[in-house]
């Protein structure tokens, strides 16, 4: 059964910086694509980052571009996501999910087969 586990998540303080850990169960997990992906109440769940499987590119949204790293370990099957200079805004249940088909688009969440629980990450100001 495939499994994605976020970690990372918590309270910090404006302009502060945490980073998240996405470890998965898919095997080969080199050939998966994964986003990020977070929702906060009342609001749709939005793309936040993505990285290919093959070359690694990655895609930021508009809105944490130059904030927010994403990377990845194959060998650990773990992808991260370094956030950087948080403000309350980015205040979310954040979600890692992982997808195969390399013709799809990262941005979409209708393209991800599989998603971790999520895991809280609350920005005071």
């Known amino acids: 059964q495939v499994q994605l586990v976020e970690s990372g998540g918590g309270l910090v303080q404006a302009g502060g910086s945490l980073r998240l850990s996405c470890v998965a169960s898919?095997?080969?997990?080199?050939?998966?694509?994964v986003g990020w992906f977070r929702q906060a109440p009342g609001l749709e769940r939005e793309f936040v980052a993505a990285?290919?499987?093959?070359?690694?590119?990655?895609y930021y949204a508009d809105s944490v571009k130059g904030r927010f790293t994403i990377s990845r370990d194959n060998a650990k099957n773990t992808v991260y996501l370094q956030m950087n200079s948080l403000k309350p805004e980015d205040t979310a249940v954040y979600y890692c999910?992982?997808?195969?088909?390399?013709?799809?688009?990262?941005?979409?969440?209708?393209?991800?087969?599989?998603w971790g629980q999520g895991t809280q990450v609350t920005v005071s100001s």
């Open positions: 999910a992982a997808k195969r088909n390399p013709l799809e688009s990262l941005l979409s969440s209708n393209n991800y087969g599989y």
């Open positions: 898919i095997r080969p997990f080199s050939t998966y694509s």
């Open positions: 990285i290919r499987a093959s070359a690694g590119s990655t």
